[in-house]
C-alpha cells in the first residue's frame, strides 16, 4: 500500500459523501406513485389511498405491490432474481423499486411544489 | 499461441468463471444488484498484471459472455459489459500511471465498474432516480475492491513463476 493509494481512497470516500449529502439533502415526502412499464407511464396511484395491485404485462410477467400509510411496498414478482420484493419500501420523492428484468419501475413523484401548483390551479 | 499459454488462459477462464458461480451461490441481503464481492475480478486483476492488460481484456469479456449465459439472465449481459469495459479501461489508465499499488487500481475497478452498471441502467430503464443509489454502490465498490486487491497482491507474487 503506497501513500499515493491513502489519498486516492480518502478522495473516493469524500466524493461518495458529496455525492450522497447532494442527492438527499433535497429530499421530500411525496404524494403519488407512477408506474412505468418500459420507461412509458402506465398508471399513477396517491399514496394516502391503502392499496393492493397487481401489474399484468402482455407477456406474462406481473408484479404486485402494496400501498401502506403512505408507504410503496412490492410484494411478490414474476421476474427470475425477485430483486425488486427486497427493495425497503418507499415514501420520499423520486425514490424508486425497480424491477430490471421486467422494466417496471415504481417511482414516487409530487412533493411540495405539485402542492404549490395544486394552490395555484 | 504456444501450448502453454492456451492451458493458462483456459485454466484462468474455468477460474472465474467458478468464482462467478460461488458468488451466486451466496444470497445477498441488499435489494441493489451491483453489491457484491466481485471475486471473478481476482482473476481479472491477476491476468492485468502477471500477464498483460490486453489479455485480462480478453479474459473478462469471454468470463462475462460465459456466466451471462449461465448463471445470470442474458438480460444483464448488457450491464456486465458496460460495467467491465469501464472498469478495464480505468484500471488500465491507472496501472499505466505507477503511481497506485493494486488495491488502488482494484477500488478503481470495483466503482468505475458499479459506474457502468449503472449508467446503462438509467439509460436502459430511462430512470434518472437510480442515480440515487450510485453512493451505496461506490461504498460497496470501494469495500469489494478493496478487498480484491489485497488479495491480488497477496496472490501475485507466489504465482509470478508460473504466469
Same mark, same amino acid.
Given at each position: 500500500m503506497k501513500k499515493n493509494d491513502l489519498y486516492l481512497i480518502a478522495g473516493i470516500l469524500l466524493f461518495i459523501l458529496i455525492l450522497y449529502l447532494l442527492l438527499h439533502v433535497f429530499k421530500s415526502e411525496g404524494s403519488r406513485v407512477v408506474v412505468t412499464i418500459d420507461g412509458k407511464e402506465y398508471k399513477t396511484f396517491l399514496l394516502n389511498e391503502d392499496t393492493v395491485f397487481t401489474i399484468r404485462q402482455e407477456d406474462g410477467q406481473w408484479n404486485t405491490f402494496e400501498i401502506k400509510d403512505g408507504y410503496v411496498k412490492m410484494l411478490?414478482?414474476?421476474?427470475?432474481?425477485k430483486l425488486c420484493v427486497k427493495f425497503n419500501k418507499i415514501h420520499y420523492n423520486d425514490e424508486t423499486i425497480t424491477c430490471l428484468p421486467n422494466r417496471v419501475v415504481l417511482r414516487i413523484v409530487g412533493g411540495e411544489e405539485n402542492d404549490i401548483d395544486a394552490i395555484a390551479n | 499461441m504456444n501450448s502453454k499459454k492456451i492451458s493458462l488462459y483456459g485454466l484462468l477462464i474455468a477460474l472465474a468463471f467458478i468464482f462467478s458461480y460461488i458468488e451466486s451461490l451466496i444470497p445477498m441481503p !441488499?435489494?441493489? &444488484?451491483?453489491?457484491? +464481492?466481485?471475486?471473478a475480478n481476482l482473476v481479472v486483476i491477476i491476468a492485468m498484471y502477471g500477464i498483460g492488460v490486453k489479455e485480462a481484456f480478453v479474459l473478462s469479456m469471454v468470463r462475462i459472455l460465459l456466466v451471462g449465459f449461465t448463471f445470470?439472465?442474458?438480460?444483464t449481459l448488457l450491464f456486465s459489459f458496460a460495467g467491465g469495459l469501464l472498469s478495464w479501461l480505468c484500471m488500465t489508465l491507472l496501472m499505466k +500511471?505507477?503511481? !497506485?499499488?493494486m488495491i488502488a487500481v482494484s477500488i478503481i475497478g470495483g466503482i468505475t465498474h458499479n459506474i457502468g452498471q449503472i449508467i446503462v441502467a438509467i439509460i436502459y430503464v430511462n430512470n &434518472?432516480? +437510480?442515480?440515487?443509489y450510485l453512493p451505496f454502490l461506490l461504498i460497496s465498490g470501494v469495500v469489494s475492491g478493496a478487498l480484491i486487491g489485497l488479495l491480488g497482491a497477496l496472490t501475485i507474487n507466489r504465482l509470478k513463476k508460473i504466469l
Open positions: 411478490e414478482a414474476s421476474c427470475p432474481d | !441488499f435489494a441493489l &444488484p451491483g453489491i457484491k +464481492l466481485g471475486l445470470r439472465d442474458p438480460s +500511471l505507477k503511481m !497506485f499499488s &434518472p432516480s +437510480l442515480i440515487y
